[in-house]
Every structure is written in C-alpha cells, then in structure tokens.
Nanobody, 126 residues
Framework: QVQLLESGGGSVQPGGSLRLSCTMS????????MAWFRQGPGKEREGVAS????????NYGDFVKGRFTISRDNSKNTLYLQMNSLEPEDTAMYYC???????????????????WGQGTQVTVAS
C-alpha cells in the first residue's frame, strides 16, 4: 500500500502558475503508475496526468493542451505537477493517486487506481 500526501495548492490569478507536490511513502516500485486527478465543483473526478515510475513515460488529459507537466523525483519519492497558464476552469481539488501496472502504460481511468491522497485545493480567479 502507498500513502500519498499532496501539497502546493492555493489561489492564483488566470494565467498564473502553481506546482503541486505529492509525497509518496510505503511500498513504491518501479512498476507503479502515479497520477494526478481533479474534481471541480459539481463535476466528476477526471484524470489530469499520469507517469510510469520506471520509465517516466507520461500521459495527459486532452484538456491539458501542453500547459501542465508531470514529473517525479525518485530519490525524494515525490511526484510533481507543474501547471502553467491556469484558467478558471482549472479550479478543482487535485488528488494524487497510485496503482501498479503490468504494462508500463498508465491510463487516466480513476476506477483502476487503488491509493489516493486527501487532495489539495487549486482556485483560479481574478
């Protein structure tokens, strides 16, 4: 089991940037998928970005459009999400999630992720 703790959320104006962090502890392996999801007010939880620990191969939701970058620092057991050009529509609770993968591909289906953090709030408003 993996324990996850998010940080770095806050309030920012449209066009601004934030970097979210997710500190991972527990049984973390190179065949873990790590991902960021988000859930806005009245919306379903959706996948933002994912990364395979072993290869750093990443995957992004269509709405990201090159604005966000997922990365990991294995030496610090930390996952990051750099978010640039933020829009009001990006306002949401952002969650870190983990699951094991036998294929090396990390999709963005929330139903297959087993471990979740508590979330960090991101608010984009002028």
């Amino acid at each position: 089991q993996v324990q996850l703790l998010e940080s770095g959320g806050g309030s920012v104006q449209p066009g601004g940037s934030l970097r979210l962090s997710c500190t991972m502890s527990g049984d973390i392996y190179s065949n873990h998928c790590m991902a960021w999801f988000r859930q806005g007010p009245g919306k379903e939880r959706e996948g933002v970005a994912s990364i395979y620990i072993g290869s750093a191969m990443s995957n992004y939701g269509d709405f990201v459009k090159g604005r966000f970058t997922i990365s990991r620092d294995n030496s610090k057991n930390t996952l990051y999400l750099q978010m640039n050009s933020l829009e009001p529509e990006d306002t949401a609770m952002y969650y870190c999630a983990a699951r094991l993968s036998g294929t090396g591909y990390c999709d963005l289906d929330r139903d297959v992720y087993n471990d979740w953090g508590q979330g960090t709030q991101v608010t984009v408003a002028s």
